[in-house]
């Protein structure tokens, strides 16, 4: 919201934001491990795409139950090498606190070789059952929405895919400076008009939730924001 008495920018904009979709594609890699020392050994030097895909790629996946973990270190953790207190900490990790995704890694490796210090046995102990690296490629869709106004996108929100939400506020993430998303972008090039509805956006950590709580979050920060101003 504007200060009082301010004079309110214009509600359009000749820039349309253009609503996409997108999937992420999983590509094994061919590394696995069996132990915590081969996990912190293949972390160490495994494409970016591999930590992204291991971090983010689950909520992209449909599931019929909450998630156990938000990532699949932490799942591994607890059902492959059935370590709670590994398994406690890697739930943690959240990505959208650390700058990229080498910053990310580092996070990863310390946790585990923390714990690879605290254990004997836990450096050699097999998994029942491997992780397997894989990493992501993401195709992105053109749905050839546009939208001119703010009202118009508000409105749209809650009729958007989870992947569309995924794609323009999380993967945004990785593809714009300092972790900004496709909505704060798009309401910065009406100057400052919308200033306050891009810092609420920007509060909101997209990472322990699911993508329908996500839009639901999306939504009512718009709907909350619009019903202030009239």
């Keep these: 919201m504007s200060p ?18 997108c999937a992420l594609i999983a590509i094994a890699t061919g590394k696995r491990a069996l132990i915590l020392k081969e996990l912190r050994d293949v972390l160490l030097e495994i ?16 599931r019929f139950e909450e998630r156990e973990f938000n990532n699949d ?3 591994w953790a607890r059902h492959g090498l059935h370590d709670g207190v590994l398994a406690e900490r890697l739930a943690l990790v959240d990505p959208t606190t650390v700058g990229d995704l080498e910053e990310l890694r580092q996070e990863l490796v310390e946790i585990i070789e923390e714990r690879l ?14 992780f397997e690296f894989v990493r992501s490629q993401i195709v992105v869709f053109d749905t050839h929405q546009r939208v001119q106004r703010v009202e118009e996108l508000a409105r749209m929100i809650p009729q958007l895919s989870a992947s569309a ?14 972790g900004c998303n496709d ?19 920007a509060a909101i950590d997209p990472y322990f939730r699911s993508l329908t709580e996500l839009r639901q979050e999306i939504a009512a920060i718009f709907h909350a924001y619009f019903e202030e101003e009239e």
């Design 4 to 21: 009082p008495g301010a004079e309110r920018e214009p509600r359009s904009h000749d820039g349309p934001f253009a609503i996409k979709d």
């Design 47 to 62: 494409d970016h795409g591999s930590i992204y895909y291991h971090m983010w790629g689950g909520l992209l996946e449909p």
């Design 73 to 75: 270190f932490a799942a």
């Design 117 to 130: 210090d605290e254990s004997e046995y836990l450096p050699w102990a097999r998994a029942t059952q491997p």
């Design 165 to 178: 939400i995924f794609y323009h506020f999380i993967d945004a993430r990785r593809r714009l400076p300092e």
């Design 183 to 201: 909505f704060s972008l798009w309401l910065a090039s009406f100057g400052g008009a919308y200033e306050d509805l891009r810092q609420r956006l």
